[in-house]
């Protein structure tokens, strides 16, 4: 740990000794910015760029508040999907080494029953989604009374129409004037600040547009020119690279599936991620790609979002995005905390000039490239 910037010596002794097993140096913008307002007993809703460290932001002072001693529900973190559920768990897992702190997920879709008994166990944690979280709480099974923060996280999503009055609802089942309430996002459009401010208590608003604690992120910004009905001879060509962990973007679940069937046909086997899948069928492709036993994953941008998935070398634009935002957005998921990588955008003409101002954003010159006896090259003037 750094001489220079101790971690906030308010935080419990579990925590600085994870701290220090984790070996961080300094904390990002986000979380020493977030923390001391967080253990201030605040309302906070914070943006912050993908990769940045905001579930460690909210979690730290979040598990400094539980008491292990008292048998209750004490903190109820909501996201958007199961993938993100189970990620928040083990960094619970991981941070809470030691403390007696206890914590259940609350997934749709997973045995009801079995999550009835989990909390029969009064876990100090929630971690669930929104349908099913607020349904236990309709059965009076997850009692909300004694709930002293809630999390939204990924905060953009869950105040969207879809699941906007449930997460209300859930908001409202805990008492206002014990309640704190937390909301950390990679982007925090004008709407759902508003929507914060109408359930928070004169919440503190943070963003972070850039973070200047991480080092420059060494990403090389690509791409190929190609019109749209070409685009899976180079995703092709890419996915037979050696040696890479490539995170690839499609804009629907239909071309999705389409692209992964024309891989399979060419004998390469890709994972998949969107919201039409089982739940096992997710966790398994997730699962194999985070070991390194399959090399490329197709995702949409919902089932992606939030994710940490470490080692991706590559992110490719494969439907390239309408918005900057997006742009930059799924361009955080490699070169994390200073790590090296490459973004990679297939595009055509008019996407060309789009990708040209996006990448002004990262400070980068996307450079153009071709395929030459498998291998990417610079194109020839």
């Known amino acids: 740990m750094s001489d220079t910037q101790p971690i906030i010596p308010q935080l419990k002794p579990f925590l600085q000794q994870a701290w220090e097993k984790a070996e961080f140096e300094t904390m990002t913008s986000v979380q020493s910015t977030a923390i001391p307002l967080i253990l201030e ?39 958007s999907s199961q993938e993100l559920v189970m990620q928040i768990l083990s960094e619970i897992q991981k941070w809470g080494e030691g403390s007696d702190i206890k914590a259940a997920t609350l997934i749709g879709g997973a045995n009801l029953k079995r ?28 009692k909300m009374h004694k709930v002293q923060t809630v999390v939204l996280d990924e905060g953009d999503q869950l105040l969207t129409p879809k699941h906007n009055e449930t997460v209300k609802n859930i908001v409202k089942s805990t008492l206002a004037d014990q309640r704190q309430l937390l909301l950390f996002s990679a982007t925090l459009p004008p709407a759902i600040e508003q ?50 962990k490539t995170l690839v973007f499609i804009k629907d679940i239909a071309n999705l599936t389409i692209a992964a069937e024309k891989l399979k046909f060419k004998d390469i086997h890709v994972g998949q991620l969107h919201s039409d899948l089982t739940k096992q069928d997710r966790q398994r492709y997730l699962t194999k ?21 470490k080692g991706v070398t590559h992110v ?62 610079d194109v020839k003037k």
């Open 289 to 309: 790609f985070r070991e390194g036993d399959s090399e490329m994953l197709l995702v949409t941008d919902i089932a992606a979002r939030g994710l940490d998935i």
């Open 195 to 244: 929507g914060i401010k109408n359930l928070a208590n004169e919440p503190e608003i943070i963003r972070v547009k850039k973070d200047e604690t991480i080092d420059a992120a060494k990403i090389e910004h690509i791409y190929f020119r190609s019109e749209q009905r070409d685009k899976i001879k180079i995703l092709e060509k890419i996915a037979r690279l050696k040696g890479i």
């Open 316 to 377: 490719l634009h494969f439907d390239f995005p309408r918005e900057q935002e997006q742009y930059v957005h799924r361009s955080g998921r490699t070169g994390r905390f200073g790590a090296e990588g490459t973004v990679i955008s297939i595009v055509n003409e008019r996407e060309e000039r789009d990708l040209k101002k996006f990448s002004k954003a990262l400070n980068a010159e996307p450079a153009l490239k071709e395929f030459y006896n498998g291998k990417i090259v």
């Open 115 to 142: 999550q009835i008994d989990k909390l029969k166990k009064s876990p100090h944690v929630i971690i669930g989604t929104p349908g099913r979280t607020y349904e236990l709480i309709k059965q009076k099974k997850l």
């Open 41 to 79: 007993g605040k309302d906070v809703a914070a943006e912050s760029p993908t990769g940045t460290g905001k579930t460690l932001a909210y979690l730290l002072p979040v598990l400094n508040k539980i008491d292990p001693k008292r048998q209750n529900t004490q903190a109820v973190i909501l996201a």
